[in-house]
């Protein structure tokens, strides 16, 4: 089985645009191409997986979501919830994150998150219901639209890769804070979404990572 990624031929028409309007993106588009295919199931078992990957490298996140796959089986609300401490800790979660992800299950349950009304919201809307859940702020939010709901124009602006990125593709003497990323990604409204995928791919491919 090939190990070879898929280039997203959707990105194109966007990052075309996007390279008619910034010469930066145009430069480094030419030289790296389109991002490869990635996409992120909506719903409980969506927002879990991003719990599982905030502040860890992707390997990781693979490798505990894979125990926990083996825990639990499936990932819904209920099967968390069954999960004792000790199997938390074997999957690999932090107490923080077995707290997020039992606080996420109990607000599914109760009906105080309702994820099935989401795709219907404006983006800021969603950000709004999903970040009163405690352990998802505004990066999962931004991720979770961008992955999940497919939106087109976001900016996951806390993300360092991103930041990192930008820094390089900008040329700048410092990485950017998140208000910065906002300011220099304005410029790429309404396609913030395949810009910030742009630049993941560009921060694994052009030496940065």
Same mark, same amino acid.
Request: hydrophobic share 40%; aromatic share 4%.
């Given at each position: 089985?090939?190990?070879?990624?898929?280039? @997203?031929?959707?990105?194109?028409?966007?990052?075309?645009?996007?390279s008619g309007l910034d010469p930066d993106v145009a430069r480094a588009f030419a030289e790296h191409g389109?991002?490869? $295919?990635?996409?992120? $199931?909506?719903?409980?078992?969506?927002?879990?997986?991003?719990?599982? %990957?905030?502040?860890?490298?992707?390997? *990781?996140?693979?490798?505990?979501?894979?125990?926990?796959?083996?825990?639990?089986?499936?990932?819904?609300?209920?099967?968390?919830? +069954?999960?004792? @401490? $000790?199997?938390?800790? #074997?999957?690999?979660? *932090?107490?923080?994150?077995? &707290?997020? #992800?039992?606080?996420? #299950?109990?607000?599914?349950? %109760?009906? +105080?998150?309702?994820?099935?009304?989401? =795709?219907?919201? $404006?983006?800021?809307?969603?950000?709004?219901?999903?970040?009163?859940?405690?352990?998802?702020?505004?990066?999962?939010?931004?991720?979770?639209?961008?992955?999940? /709901?497919? &939106?087109?124009?976001v900016m996951p602006a806390a993300d360092l890769a991103l930041q990192e990125a930008m820094k390089h593709? +900008?040329? /700048?003497?410092?990485?950017?804070? =998140? #208000?910065?990323?906002? &300011?220099? *990604?304005e410029l790429w409204r309404p396609h913030r979404s395949a810009g910030a995928r742009f630049l993941w791919?560009?921060?694994?491919?052009?030496?940065?990572?």
């Open positions: 089985m090939s190990d070879r990624k898929i280039s @997203d031929e959707s990105l194109r028409p966007a990052l075309v645009a996007l389109l991002p490869p $295919e990635r996409s992120q $199931e909506a719903g409980f078992d969506g927002l879990i997986r991003m719990i599982i %990957s905030q502040q860890v490298s992707v390997q *990781s996140a693979r490798a505990i979501l894979g125990r926990l796959l083996e825990q639990v089986g499936e990932i819904t609300p209920e099967a968390i919830l +069954k999960l004792d @401490d $000790e199997g938390m800790k #074997a999957a690999g979660l *932090s107490r923080p994150k077995q &707290r997020y #992800a039992r606080g996420l #299950a109990d607000d599914v349950l %109760s009906g +105080k998150l309702q994820l099935d009304l989401l =795709p219907g919201m $404006e983006d800021e809307a969603v950000i709004d219901h999903l970040i009163a859940v405690k352990g998802i702020g505004r990066w999962t939010c931004e991720v979770y639209l961008l992955f999940a /709901l497919r &939106r087109p124009d593709l +900008k040329g /700048l003497e410092q990485r950017p804070s =998140p #208000a910065e990323m906002y &300011r220099l *990604s791919h560009y921060y694994r491919h052009a030496g940065i990572a």
